[in-house]
């Protein structure tokens, strides 16, 4: 990092950082030495390290880091489209486009900054985006890290025209993970999914835990609102819990895959898993002035899991 200057002076640290590429990164620290490090020119979240350290998000090697271009890895935000269905970018263009820092964001609910290191982010599409989205919108993006080391990202997407507008949302969220074949995800048994492998023909999934041994790319529908990925070679479980998100979307491109990805290693498939909080079988229609609000919160575990955070009834947010 050449240059870094605080932003504010806020009860957890929050600095601006200039890499060789110009490249703007927030970095949120909370004080036991977790961080998260965000880059503006996509909004998305590139690392969430632990009070050790430790990768929680997975980057991949041959990443590539350039402005308006999301690099492989992190938590890109992925709206207003997932998948290449229409005329827009594949995962839609809010991951390459600038955002700024929104210094007096529209009031939160008290609890969201309770505690936390956060950073308010603002896109609002520019004359020449109108061209081939045009929908007035503004997306406000509020990223925190709380004491206990949990990382929430919340969404508010606001309609500002004098027209509805659909969209569909996604948080495609890479966990870093010591190997695929170590790690299963519980809370997607028996659900119903879309199979983006089979032109989006619907299955049911079977009734136990969900472990990998081939390319998958699946829309979970009507999830419930926590599920674990759980780790046992690295003895961790990241718990994803969401609010208005209903699909859970899971990625891993496995090996054939990966080799047609430039900008992913050719083993890097065995260290990641996306596990998606996302809107994506039924888009988000906003009326004239409507506000919709999608959040995700990212808890990582140390050593066993704790049945508990699967529990229905138990409050998300
Ligand atoms: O290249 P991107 O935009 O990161 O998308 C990667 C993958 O993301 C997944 O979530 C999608 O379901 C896949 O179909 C897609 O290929």
Not at 137 to 163: C, P, Q, Y
């Amino acid at each position: 990092m050449g240059h870094s200057a605080a932003v504010w002076d806020h009860k957890a640290a929050i600095e601006l950082t200039k890499d060789g590429n110009g490249i703007e990164q927030v970095v949120l620290r909370n004080p036991q030495g977790a961080s998260a490090r965000i880059n503006l020119h996509e909004g998305q979240v590139i690392s969430w390290q632990n009070d050790r350290g430790e990768e929680q998000l997975f980057t991949s090697r041959k990443a590539i880091f350039k402005p308006l271009k999301a690099m492989r890895g992190g938590i890109t935000i992925c709206s207003p489209q997932f998948g290449n269905s229409c005329s827009l970018e594949q995962n839609g263009f809010a991951k390459n486009k600038i955002w700024t820092v929104e210094d007096n964001p529209l009031p939160f609910h008290p609890n969201d900054s309770h505690g936390k290191s956060f950073i308010d982010l603002l896109l609002k599409p520019a004359e020449e985006d109108l061209k081939y989205w045009p929908h007035g919108f503004e997306f406000r993006l509020r990223v925190s890290l709380a004491l206990d080391g949990n990382l929430t990202l919340k969404s508010r997407i606001r309609n500002i025209n004098v027209k509805p507008f659909s969209f569909a949302f996604a948080y495609h969220t890479y966990l870093s993970i010591s190997d695929i074949s170590e790690v299963r995800i519980e809370g997607l048994e028996t659900l119903d999914y879309l199979d983006n492998l089979s032109q989006r023909r619907r299955f049911t999934e079977q009734g136990d835990a969900i472990t990998f041994e081939s390319e998958i790319d699946r829309i979970y529908l009507s999830s419930p609102n926590c599920i674990a990925v759980l780790d046992h070679d690295r003895k961790r479980t990241y718990v994803v819990r969401k609010e208005g998100l209903p699909d859970v979307v899971v990625w891993n491109p496995w090996e054939k895959k990966s080799k047609t990805m430039a900008d992913f290693g050719t083993e890097d498939y065995k260290k990641m898993l996306c596990v998606d909080a996302a809107a994506v079988e039924k888009n988000i229609t906003l009326k004239p002035g409507e506000e919709w609000t999608g959040c995700m919160e990212l808890v990582a575990i140390a050593s066993s899991f704790c049945s508990d955070y699967l529990n229905p009834k138990l409050q998300c947010f």
